[in-house]
């Protein structure tokens, strides 16, 4: 029964000749269904190991991507993390696109927003994007 119901779908995908529409993604998403992956609890359990590590001060390195290469098995996840947020952008592509977005945020009628508010506005833009 299963096979059939796949068969016909796969049949009348291809008679039409277009892609099916792709879903668009929202933030938090993943969470509407109220069963939190098991990551969830890994992610966190990985930060409460980095946490309570201690670090010989001799040991301390100026380059934080260094650190986080070196402790990469121990924490995958934060590894991940950190290379993404300190790595160095290919193209000022995406930072032009913030500052572009930042303009349409402030303007002549909101300069009296508050900046934080102004963080927070355009951090949900770039995460919905």
């Not at 924490?75 to 032009?96: D, G, M, N, W, Y």
């Not at 913030?98 to 002549?108: P, R």
């Amino acid at each position: 029964m299963i096979r059939n119901r796949c068969a016909e779908r796969t049949t009348d995908q291809n008679t039409t000749g277009e892609p099916p529409l792709k879903k668009k993604k929202r933030f938090g998403q993943e969470y509407e269904s109220g069963d939190l992956s098991d990551e969830y609890g890994e992610a966190e359990d990985e930060v409460e190991k980095y946490l309570s590590m201690r670090i010989d001060p001799e040991l301390i390195v100026d380059n934080p991507l260094i650190f986080w290469k070196a402790n990469q098995k121990h924490f995958p996840l934060l590894s991940k993390v950190a290379r993404t947020i300190h790595c160095i952008p290919a193209t000022t592509a995406a930072v032009e696109r913030e500052f572009s977005g930042g303009g349409l945020v402030m303007s002549e009628r909101r300069s009296s927003i508050n900046p934080n508010n102004v963080d927070n506005i355009l951090f949900l833009r770039s995460v919905t994007q």
